[in-house]
């Protein structure tokens, strides 16, 4: 339609405009049913400028002159209405205990209790050997990290972790994650061994230094 051309209506939408002012409906809401009724998009401002075209100014809200606001001398909280939530209520849409969703690396899950969620893998490697130990974290040994199966969960330092996945194990060999399943425990043994000889080393500079120090 034309800018500046009027909009037109039928009679029978004419006749629910009236009846739905006279009722004290707002233009707004007359829009929307007007548009979910005969399919088509009508604005605020065109069924106002109509209503005033027959007759029916649009509705006042403001508060008459001399009469009293409702929350007049009320100031801050004024308490919950019927429809607020209650201390301890929660939104229907909470996931329960038990349920469980993916972290943004792809791993499983698990909710233990209101707002804390911990990893699939870490309950069923503790379900076996009791708390994770600190430094410590729960390596996917075929590289599924949602294949938490206690079988395919291994237990590695934090440097055995890094260690596992820098190193190759030979010279223009594949990492880790390029290896057969076949191969893995035995790259993973590797690195706890390559980790341990390193930690040794490193002892034993530090006793060497200590003594030096100490004549």
Request: aromatic residues 6%.
């Amino acid at each position: 339609m034309p800018k500046g051309t009027p909009a037109k209506f039928s009679d029978k939408e004419v006749a629910l405009m009236i009846e739905w002012r006279k009722q004290g409906v707002i233009a707004r809401v007359i829009a929307e049913r007007l548009g979910a009724r005969f399919h088509r998009k009508t604005s605020e401002n065109v069924i106002n400028r109509k209503l005033l075209m027959l007759g029916y100014p649009g509705i006042n809200r403001q508060f008459a002159k001399g009469s009293t606001p409702w929350n007049k001398g009320v100031k801050g909280y004024m308490g919950a209405n019927a429809t607020s939530f209650k201390k301890g209520q929660l939104p229907s849409s909470t996931r329960q205990v038990g349920e469980t969703r993916l972290d943004k690396d792809g791993a499983v899950l698990v909710k233990v209790a209101h707002k804390k969620w911990v990893r699939r893998s870490r309950l069923e490697w503790e379900k076996h050997h009791g708390p994770l130990p600190k430094g410590h974290i729960i390596f996917h040994i075929n590289g599924d990290i949602k294949d938490d199966r206690i079988e395919n969960l291994e237990l590695l330092s934090r440097a055995e972790n890094l260690a596992l996945k820098r190193k190759r194990w030979e010279k223009d060999k594949p990492r880790y994650d390029e290896l057969d399943d076949s191969l893995k425990p035995t790259a993973i043994l590797i690195a706890k061994l390559s980790v341990k000889a390193n930690e040794k080393k490193q002892e034993t500079l530090n006793n060497v230094f200590t003594n030096s120090c100490s004549q």
